[in-house]
């Protein structure tokens, strides 16, 4: 079975400087990794994923994750905050489970700009 | 196109009252999700559907029913409402494929009293 780790609860950063969200991942085959994000009182919206077609991801928003096999990891940056990025985060991990897509989530991480 | 609606937003309900929520997609999808997201948790499935007609339990179905009469709309019931099921729930649809994103509903904050 698959599962993710989100090593952080939560991450504080200063507007204009680089983001860094970790995710790792437990995974028995190529999985399909998302990351989404909520703002507060929010849906969660996809910001990008990951279908091995390419190892550098770049979703939305200036956004990017790079997937990598040898350390189980999918972590999510940003060169630049900005004070619209404040919100929670969400690694996901998909995986065909009793003929549905059973999507894994992380404990999330909370993302706090300080101006 | 509206994507994922849920009905209603907000919910305060007594213990043991009873209620539905409503889950509406315009994108002719499969399948379909009712998540409860809990603080520090992520997002737990407590029922899916894979088309209409279908559904099946997920992570934590206890206390919650659903039903799949048309493609478009997947219903999440709470017979007996508990203090344990204040939660915000989120209704999710996808097209069948392994990489393919879900779509998220705005959310039902629900709280029982």
């Known amino acids: 079975a698959q599962s993710v780790t989100q090593l952080d609860s939560h991450v504080s950063v200063s507007e204009g400087t680089p983001v860094l969200l970790r995710c790792n991942y437990s995974?028995?085959?190529?999985?399909?990794l998302f990351w989404y994000v909520q703002h507060p009182n929010k849906g969660l919206q996809l910001l990008l994923k990951y279908t091995s077609a390419a190892t550098l991801v770049k979703g939305i928003n200036g956004f990017e994750a790079e997937f990598k096999k040898s350390e189980t990891s999918f972590h999510l940056t940003k060169p630049s905050a900005h004070m619209s990025d404040a919100a929670e985060y969400f690694c996901?991990?998909?995986?065909?489970?009793?003929?549905?897509?059973?999507?894994?989530f992380g404990a999330g991480t909370r993302l706090a700009v300080h101006p | 196109n509206a994507g994922v609606t849920q009905t209603p937003k907000f919910r305060v309900l007594k213990t043991g009252q009873s209620m539905t929520l409503l889950c509406a997609q315009d994108?002719?999808?499969?399948?379909m999700y009712w998540y409860r997201q809990d603080p520090g948790m992520g997002l737990r499935l407590i029922h899916y559907s894979v088309g209409e007609g279908t559904t099946a339990k997920g992570e934590v179905p206890d206390g919650y029913n659903v039903s799949r009469l048309k493609k478009q709309n997947f219903l999440l019931g709470l017979e007996s409402a508990a203090p344990s099921q204040t939660s915000v729930y989120f209704c999710?649809?996808?097209?069948?494929?392994?990489?393919?994103?879900?779509?998220f509903g705005q959310g039902t904050r629900l709280t029982v009293v």
């Open positions: 996901v991990v998909s995986e065909r489970r009793g003929g549905y897509n059973k999507l894994i």
């Open positions: 999710a649809s996808s097209y069948t494929g392994l990489n393919t994103e879900a779509f």
């Open positions: 995974s028995s085959y190529s999985p399909s």
């Open positions: 994108m002719n999808h499969e399948y």
